[in-house]
């Protein structure tokens, strides 16, 4: 008798994706699994099929081989003994890990502890990361040192010596949990012996001693891409902490700190400074060199420049990590005072004044156009 379709079984389309057959394949085990229908054979028998449809769908070189060669191409002569079959997964081990997903609990998308599984996805760690913004807007690659758990490699994540291997809980039998009978009433719990993993270690690795994983200082490259700034994150995938007794490991996350600049600040992908000029440069116009990070370009002041203005060099800016087009250099002048005047100095100055207070508002428009106002103000107030 020819088997039947895998995606036929967990009603799924050829072209689904991993997350569409995991959502099938919980709704169907609920559905069909021997807990929820004790009198009814039949459905335990759909439940081993679609149990040994998604062992392999799940699995992206089993669908392959799937795909390309059909059932012949996974080896159905294994059945049960494959791991096709059923595998002993209790109605409540369905439900934990349906509800895991919705409620963050640790039962869903394989990144939790399952019952009947001593397997635990390792936790997700955070290094941040203090770069400069030249390192920032250009990219760069850095060496970290990060301490977390690594794999036991004395005996490979499993936490039994070597040689041995965990066993199957006496208690509970491998499911994780017991069942105690109050009167009309079946009361399931997690199981005191192996608190929940199905399995003991009777016999503890020396080294990890029992844990699968050990303390230790990975040294880890990290490419940092053109255009980040405070806030962004990198993930390395599976170099968080190792899983307990060779579960996956978690993700690492470099969060990214972009030192304060002498000369730049940063707004998005516009880059701002401040450049002082001489008094009389802002009079009579003139010629600047100003620093960019790409090298120095020729900022042109025209005559009667006054303090504050912004002069804009486009594409002097950051181009954006996530795309966009290159931002601006914005330069805002400031006069700058002289200082340390000698006596010749501020005679001049103090003919320059007299010659300029002359002139009236001609020369000085805003400050004569705020005098103004000031005295309308006044007057309003009858002072």
Request: one cysteine or more.
């Amino acid at each position: 008798m020819a088997k039947e379709d895998y995606y036929e079984l967990l009603s799924v389309p050829r072209n689904a994706s991993d997350s569409d057959i995991k959502k099938s394949f919980r709704r169907l085990a609920m559905k069909y699994h021997p807990d929820r229908n004790r009198d009814n054979p039949e459905a335990e028998e759909q439940f081993k099929k679609i149990k040994e449809a998604y062992d392999v769908l799940s699995d992206p070189k089993k669908r392959s081989a799937y795909d390309q060669f059909g059932h012949a191409g996974v080896d159905p002569s294994m059945g049960a003994a494959g791991g096709f079959g059923f595998t002993g997964e209790s109605f409540s081990d369905i439900f934990s890990d349906v509800f895991g997903d919705i409620f963050g609990g640790s039962g869903g998308g394989g990144a939790g502890r399952r019952r009947g599984s001593r397997v635990q996805r390792g936790a997700d760690l955070r290094y941040n990361l203090e770069i400069t913004l030249e390192e920032a807007v250009a990219g760069t690659e850095v060496k970290i040192r990060v301490p977390t758990y690594v794999t036991c490699g004395e005996c490979n994540g499993t936490g039994a010596k070597k040689g041995t291997g965990p066993t199957t809980c006496s208690t509970c039998q491998g499911h994780g949990a017991i069942r105690m009978q109050q009167g009309f009433f079946a009361v399931q719990q997690t199981c005191p012996t192996c608190r929940g993993t199905g399995q003991q270690i009777k016999d503890p690795c020396r080294v990890c001693h029992g844990q699968g994983r050990v303390q230790e200082t990975k040294t880890l490259s990290v490419k940092i891409p053109p255009g980040v700034d405070t806030g962004d994150r990198i993930r390395l995938a599976g170099e968080g902490e190792a899983g307990e007794s060779g579960g996956p490991p978690g993700d690492l996350y470099v969060q990214i700190s972009v030192k304060e600049h002498p000369i730049f600040t940063r707004d998005g992908a516009n880059l701002y400074c401040e450049v002082p000029i001489s008094f009389p440069t802002a009079c009579l116009g003139g010629e600047l060199d100003v620093p960019t990070l790409d090298g120095r370009v020729m900022l042109k002041i025209p005559p009667e420049t006054q303090t504050g203005r912004l002069f804009r060099l486009r594409g002097k800016g950051v181009k954006p990590v996530r795309g966009g087009p290159q931002g601006d250099l914005l330069c805002r002048v400031r006069i700058e005072t002289p200082v340390h005047l000698n006596k010749d100095q501020i005679e001049l100055i103090k003919k320059l004044d007299d010659s300029l207070s002359g002139g009236g508002s001609h020369h000085s428009p805003q400050a004569h156009g705020w005098l103004d106002g000031v005295k309308q103000f006044f007057d309003k107030l009858g002072l």
